[in-house]
């Protein structure tokens, strides 16, 4: 009884509400209500071979599949999403989201037999400044559904890049080049593994990530991101 007292109090003061749309959360909803949910504008190109995100990546490097959750357009209400889990330090709707875009992966056959996840990882400077790795998060929900573990360990980020935005194709990958490098890679030998970011714009940070990836022998590549803009 003074639990349940407590507990309406709280919410009378702090409210939980639905990032989206802001109206009061119920049940068993976290961060973001059925409604809202409902409304995100996702791609279900995880179904699809040969989909838009898979060609960003033809004639650059080899991927097996790759696919995003939703599509991201800037002034959306699904943009406060994405602001939220890198701006606003909310990691925990990274893990939320992540666990929501592994239901739906789990319909794919070739998605189904990823055997490690690999977050892609912050420079240490700016992971220290953060204090997370959003896209560590979003690896965890989808660990979490598919039952698959993660590697933070086998990649590492030797240098930050600058923002990709108004650079020409030579511009980016010259901002890319020699930006990761692989610390492990005898564990990943002859493994399927899911590469994840949390939004695809130009693409030149996943390819630098998959170009060394692709030294280790027999391995698989699959690319997912939250979103795609």
């Known amino acids: 009884m003074k639990a349940t ?41 995880h179904l699809q071979k040969d989909n838009p995100i898979e060609k960003k990546f033809w004639g650059k490097v080899n991927i097996y599949r790759g696919t995003s959750f939703f599509f991201f357009q800037k002034g959306s209400p699904f943009q406060k999403l994405l602001h939220a889990l890198k701006y606003k330090g909310n990691k925990e709707i990274g893990e939320i989201l992540g666990k929501y875009a592994a239901a739906d992966l789990y319909e794919s056959v070739d998605f189904k037999t990823v055997d490690v996840i690999i977050p892609v ?7 220290k400044k953060r204090g997370y790795n959003q896209s560590e998060w979003i690896a965890k929900g989808l660990s979490a559904v598919l039952n698959v573990p993660i590697d933070t360990d086998s ?32 564990k990943l030998k002859e493994c399927h593994i ?36």
Do not use: W
Not at 204 to 224: D, G, H, K, N
């Open 5 to 45: 007292m407590f507990k309406n109090l709280f919410d009378l003061f702090f409210p939980n509400v639905c990032i989206i749309c802001g109206e009061s959360l119920v049940g068993n909803e976290q961060q973001i209500c059925l409604s809202c949910l409902h409304e995100i504008p996702k791609t279900n190109f």
């Open 121 to 127: 990882p912050l420079h240490p400077q700016k992971y």
């Open 155 to 186: 990649l590492q980020r030797l240098k930050e890049n600058t923002t990709q935005t108004k650079k020409s194709v030579f511009e980016r990958y010259e901002n890319t080049e020699g930006i990761f490098n692989v610390v492990i890679d005898s």
């Open 194 to 229: 899911l590469l994840v970011d949390d939004v695809l714009t130009t693409g030149s940070t996943l390819e630098a990530c998959v170009q060394v990836l692709s030294q280790i022998s027999e391995v698989r590549i699959s690319v997912f991101t939250l979103a795609v803009a």
